[in-house]
Nanobody, 118 residues
Framework: QVQLQESGPGLVKPSQTLSLTCTVS??????????WSWIRQPPGKGLEWMGA???????YYSPSLKSRGSISRDTSKNQFTLQLNSVTPEDTAIYYC??????????WGQGTQVTVSS
């Protein structure tokens, strides 16, 4: 059974870089044909897909992430990482990692709260 777990700082100052890691267990992030996604939910708002890294290592980003961040992976640790630069309070959200297949996301990590505040 595949499980995902997010980790990272809960509090980040404005203009700093946010780095979150998703550790995957029970399956490999290089397994055909899965995508590994980052999704966030700001307070009082809906889910926002940010981007994904494919089993092959290629990446796909939403326009907002493409301008300010990236997704990478460490296959030796079976982890993938979200980096978001120059954060603002508008980046405050619960951040989730999830496995994607055929425009369906499952399973999800439990989510991690990130607050951007000075």
């Amino acid at each position: 059974q595949v499980q995902l777990q997010e980790s990272g700082p809960g509090l980040v100052k404005p203009s700093q870089t946010l780095s979150l890691t998703c550790t995957v267990s029970g399956g490999s992030i290089t397994t055909n044909y899965y995508y590994w996604s980052w999704i966030r939910q700001p307070p009082g708002k809906g889910l926002e897909w940010m981007g994904a890294i494919r089993f092959s290592g290629s990446t796909y980003y939403s326009p907002s992430l493409k301008s300010r961040g990236s997704i990478s992976r460490d296959t030796s640790k079976n982890q993938f990482t979200l980096q978001l630069n120059s954060v603002t309070p508008e980046d405050t959200a619960i951040y989730y990692c999830a496995r994607e297949y055929g425009y369906s996301w499952s399973p999800w990590g439990q989510g991690t709260q990130v607050t951007v505040s000075s």
